[in-house]
């Protein structure tokens, strides 16, 4: 079953140690927020489990990847058979990002001419990382620790809260400046932070991989299942069956008699379908 | 058989005292009653035999106790 959420973050040296600990509860908070999650953690975070979660053609996470792990400029690491190792490299990051928002705590993906930029001029909606190596506190008991964890979760929590990316942007922005005196790793770190994006204006919700236009397209079929409520699709013409959003009686059947008008007049109509179900029509 | 397909509606019917009462007539078959859990069910199958008929379209039909479960229109 897909997820809006795939968390990445292996456990494969002192460092990730750290990292991975940062990934420890959010999956809760992510699934307490409303959003489903997936959490490769450890052992998990191999290339063949990131691959099936995230390759395009199966659309198994739908909205964003959240990477804790090594990065450089050439590829974001997870782990196999404990030793670290690439899985989201500039050769793969258009089919794994494509239509996704990435968000890396991790050193240098998103420098100049590295897998960041890569993977938006490709498809990735957007990637928010940092351009050179980055710092983490590596005692999780520490209150320096709790602190930076929070910092790097105020991002995510934004995004899973409706923000647009540059929202959530200055939400962890604002988190490092505040704290910037109890550490220099803070500002440092903050100084490092990018925002790569392929427009602007973009939430999780309204830019993923569920959330698509057809334009111009024909109604050739249709279908209803009475024991079930709401339960009403249409077959759009080199599409396949969407169901219509079933959140409203009225609204179910307004929609209905809007394509079966438009599929007695053979005209194309276009709408917005979101996780394969007909959210907006233009009729 | 529950199953007819490639069907034509040749009639509707429907009695404005009773919720969901909403009956097809199926050429070679008779009237068959709309299922009736729902409102929004009753009300979208209705809308579509009712295409069916006004365009002449061919239907799929899936009975079960005398009613019409699973509708498709083409």
Redesign the interface.
Known sequence: MAVDVLIIRNKADAATVATNAIGDGLKAHLEAKGLSCTDLSDANATPENVTQWLKASAVNTKKLVVALDHGSCSAFYGEKNGQVTAVITKANCQDLTTGLHVYTFACSTNGDNCVGPEAVAKGCYSWLGYVVPVYVFTNPSSSLFQTLKSIIWSYVTALAEGKTVEQAEAVLRAGYEANKNKHSLFSFNLSKLKLRKSAANMTINSHNRVVVWRSNVKV?????????????FVHLQGVGWKRLWPAL?TQ??NQ??QL?NA??KGRAVTVLEDDNRIKTVYA | MPWHNGKKISGLYSYGPQNRNSFIHVEGMGWRL????????????T??AS?AR??NRTVNLFEESG????????
């Open positions: 050739d079929g249709l279908y209803a299942y009475g024991p079930q409520n709401r339960n009403v009686d179910v059947a209905l008699a079966v599929k007695a | 709309l299922w009736t859990d729902h409102d929004c069910q009753s009300n979208a199958m809308m579509m295409y006004a365009e009613k019409i479960k699973t509708i498709y229109v083409w």
